[in-house]
Structures are given as C-alpha cells and as structure tokens.
C-alpha cells in the first residue's frame, strides 16, 4: 500500500472548522481512503471513508480531488472533545491490513 | 453489542516469561489483525487473519504467535517477553470487504521488566 504523509500536529479553537490534508502520491486504482480518530489510551475509531469527489457523515467530510493524490478531512465546528490523534490510511481488498503513519494530533482550545 | 474484547488491559511481565493475549469479536466478522503501539507512533501491524484458519505475518511480526481456529477468537502469543516488547497491543476486526469500518478494542498496555 501507498505510503501516507499528514502534518504531525495542529492547533485550532473551539466552533472553528479544522482541514486536515493527507498525501498520497502514489495511491493505486482499487485503494480506499480512510481516516481514524483515536483518543489517549482507546483503540482508533472509524470516522469516514471515500473513494473519490466528496463524502459526508454526521461527523466530517471528506474532499478527495480527481487525481486522488490528497484528501481532505473537514471537522466543522470542532469542540474541546475532538482533541485526538487523526489517522490517514490507505485501504483495499487485496488482504493486506490496514497500514497507520504517524497521525495527525490535533489540540482544539477553548 | 460487545464488540472486540481484549484482556488482560494491563499486564506487567518479566523478560522471558510467556504469555497470550485475548481477543474476541462477536460481529462474525472474518478479518481480524494484532497492532502494537509505541509511545508517540501510530499503530503497527504483527499478524493478521483472513478467515478461521488462515494466518499471516504483517509488518513486525518476530516474538510474536498467533492462531484462528474459530472466527470469534484471535489470541496473539508472545513465547519469551523482551523488554521491546513493551507496548500498547490492539486488536481489530473487520467483515470480509475490507473498504469498510473496521473496530478496535480497548487495548492491552503490556510492560515487560
């Protein structure tokens, strides 16, 4: 699988909305892109999933280009409880698991 | 729903010492995978299965066992505990397409001294 580059930390505000890019140069016809929240001492925890253009769920969007090389995870009006470990992976059906970088961590203030 | 249930959640063991660490799922979901976490790093994969039966090494597999004869359980050993080896273990599964949401249990934080 395609290696992932996010940017290691980001500082945002409460009701702000927070835009984490993730690379992927080299990203391969059947992957899916996927990204994981995961908080201090918890397991990671799905957030959303796309393959192309634009999808929404009740917590983010996703923004993925037509060349696929970057994607984008909107959180709208984050809160102090969206302070967590954000993961961008690459995912497909050829048996391989699921392969995590290092994450970005993002810190919401009041 | 349980979910996936690891235990033990802590573990403290001496170098040498063997162990095995618990996971079930109750979702009947085919795939399942062992990650360790070191302080600051993402997850990294030691072993997977596909199925009942069916194993596979993943990134950082070396001290490390597993078996799947049933689809619920996925126990990982470790057979002479290592200091390296002091991590945060988890354990996922996911049904058989993996372009979809796969779960994660709580974790098992294990010190070895």
């Known amino acids: 699988l395609a290696k992932t580059t996010q940017p290691i930390s980001m500082d945002s505000y409460e009701g702000q909305e927070v835009n984490i890019t993730c690379s992927h140069n080299?990203?391969?016809?059947?992957?899916?892109i996927t990204w994981y929240q995961q908080f201090p001492s918890q397991g990671p925890r799905f957030i959303i999933q796309?393959?192309?253009t634009k999808v929404t769920n009740e917590v983010a969007s996703l923004f993925i280009p037509a060349d696929r090389k970057s994607s984008t995870l909107s959180l709208p009006r984050v809160s102090l409880s969206d302070t967590a470990v954000y993961y961008c992976l690459l995912s497909n059906n050829a048996g391989n698991m699921l392969t995590f970088g290092g994450g970005t961590r993002l810190m919401v203030k009041p | 729903n349980a979910g996936v249930t690891q235990t033990p959640k802590f573990q403290v063991l001496k170098t040498g010492q063997s162990m095995t660490l618990q996971c079930a799922q109750d979702m009947n979901h085919e795939y399942m995978s062992w990650y360790r976490q070191d302080p600051g790093m993402g997850l990294r994969l030691i072993h997977y299965?596909?199925?009942?039966?069916?194993?596979d090494q993943g990134e950082v597999p070396n001290g490390y066992n597993v078996s799947r004869s049933t689809t619920e359980d996925f126990p990982l050993r470790l057979l002479s505990a290592a200091p390296s080896q002091t991590s945060v273990y988890f354990c996922?599964?996911?049904?058989?397409?993996?372009?979809?949401?796969?779960?994660f249990g709580q974790g098992t934080r294990l010190t070895v001294v």
């Open positions: 299965s596909v199925g009942a039966g069916i194993t």
């Open positions: 080299n990203i391969a016809t059947n992957d899916y």
């Open positions: 796309g393959y192309k």
């Open positions: 996922a599964s996911s049904p058989r397409d993996l372009n979809t949401e796969a779960f």
